[in-house]
T-cell receptor
Framework: AQKITQTQPGMFVQEKEAVTLDCTYD???????LFWYKQPSSGEMIFLIY??????QNATEGRYSLNFQKARKSANLVISASQLGDSAMYFC???????????FGAGTILRVKS | DSGVTQTPKHLITATGQRVTLRCSPR?????VYWYQQSLDQGLQFLIQ???????AKGNILERFSAQQFPDLHSELNLSSLELGDSALYFC??????????????FGPGTRLTVL
């Protein structure tokens, strides 16, 4: 069964610095997708970035990049040049080839300090 | 703004009551998903509809039901409500039926409080 593990309940980062949020996953499928979502205190879930299991290059979207290490089954989110508005809960999620649902990790709360 | 709309934003009701949550997917998306987010269970998949048909079922209670209408909007019906049903309910939509590349976009959620 697919499983997502986020081992950091909370993280602090200084404004303008980079931060890495950890995510490891478990699946027996060869084809799957990995997603990161941001949930600010207002509650909505915002899609940030996607990585496919067969993608050879790490995904990037603006200040977000995904450090994908397939052999280690990790998909860490890197946020560069942190901003105060990055303070939020971040969820890693996975979807398998024949899957419909997203399976989410427990999330990591990120606080950006000025 | 993801393009997915949900109403109402907040709902306060009593135990034993029935409520209906509504979702309109992004323009062109055929799949609608419902998720429940609670402090103890985290984000849990409830059910998926694709082009009007039920496609997948997750941890959805028998007291809960959903449907997707011909205009592709979806409703989640929660009945015989219990205190433990208090949660944030999300609707998400995607273009196709599934697969690893099919990105789900979430609505703002409906916060349900059962008193």
């Amino acid at each position: 069964a697919q499983k997502i593990t986020q081992t950091q309940p909370g993280m602090f980062v200084q404004e303008k610095e980079a931060v890495t949020l950890d995510c490891t996953y478990d699946t027996s499928d060869q084809s799957y997708g990995l997603f990161w979502y941001k949930q600010p205190s207002s509650g909505e879930m915002i899609f940030l970035i996607y990585q496919g299991s067969y993608d050879e290059q790490n995904a990037t979207e603006g200040r977000y990049s995904l450090n994908f290490q397939k052999a280690r089954k990790s998909a860490n989110l890197v946020i560069s040049a942190s901003q105060l508005g990055d303070s939020a809960m971040y969820f890693c999620a996975m979807r398998e080839w024949y899957g419909n649902k997203l399976v989410f990790g427990a999330g990591t709360i990120l606080r950006v300090k000025s | 703004d993801s393009g997915v709309t949900q109403t109402p934003k907040h709902l306060i009701t009593a135990t034993g009551q029935r409520v209906t949550l509504r979702c309109s997917p992004r323009s062109g998306d055929l799949s609608v998903y419902w998720y429940q987010q609670s402090l103890d269970q985290g984000l849990q998949f409830l059910i998926q509809y694709y082009n009007g048909e039920e496609r997948a079922k997750g941890n959805i209670l028998e007291r809960f039901s959903a449907q997707q209408f011909p205009d592709l909007h979806s409703e989640l019906n929660l009945s015989s409500l219990e205190l433990g049903d208090s949660a944030l309910y999300f609707c998400a939509s995607s273009a196709i039926a599934g697969g690893p590349t099919d990105t789900q976009y979430f609505g703002p959620g409906t916060r349900l409080t059962v008193l």
